[in-house]
């Protein structure tokens, strides 16, 4: 089992709350052939049994499932089966938390928290995490990070991927928009997340894949 790398910017689909069974798989599958085509990566939330269909109909999206109290041999299971990413809340102790990434790690996942608050993370939990996913706790936080250059979450993230190179960071967003991917990636996230995905998200989602493509082209540009 090989672990998987995500390359940045890059957008999270929150679908297991949408879609299941062939449906997740046909949405999956156009997902898959817009980011081929974009030269992107993107996560894809599936339901555990579904993991197995949708990664024999898909080459380039990463597949997450969230935790849901696994035993070790379900997560090697699944992870056979085309698991990339293993999707956890911050709930329960930091040790609890600690030993299920540490497990994740083993088997070679990526792995993503998903947090309102990334300040009460330690830093021994930060060190087994890949992915953090920062759902703000109310939108007036999330418009001062977007409109205020010295906030004080800039200057988290910024210290967060100093301190964790390994660590990328993504707005857990409720409203997806075109705005809302390139707010967040102008404020120093390495991408967005949904937190849930509706059809309307799924309408408009093309056009914030190319968003995402476009942003990256111009940093590639600015960093050549």
Known sequence: MQKKQVSIPFYCVNSQVLWKEEAAVEHAVLIDQKIAELGIDAI??????????????TNRLLL???FEEHSIKELERLKKEGADLLI????????QLKKVLKAAQALQYLTLLRTENPYDLSAALL?????????????????????????EQKQLIRQLKKDYPQLSIIYGADAISANTVLNGLL?????????????????TRREMLKLVHDYKNVQTFLNS
């Open 44 to 57: 894809f939330t599936a339901c555990a049994r579904d993991i197995a269909k949708i990664n024999q109909a």
């Open 64 to 66: 997450g499932v969230v």
């Open 88 to 95: 956890l809340d911050q709930t329960g102790s930091s040790d």
């Open 127 to 151: 060190d087994h995490l890949d992915i953090l996913k920062w759902k703000f706790a109310n939108k007036r936080a999330a418009e001062t990070i977007f409109n205020d250059p010295s906030a």
């Open 187 to 203: 404020a120093g996230m390495d991408g967005v997340g949904e937190v849930d995905c509706t059809e309307s998200t799924h309408k």
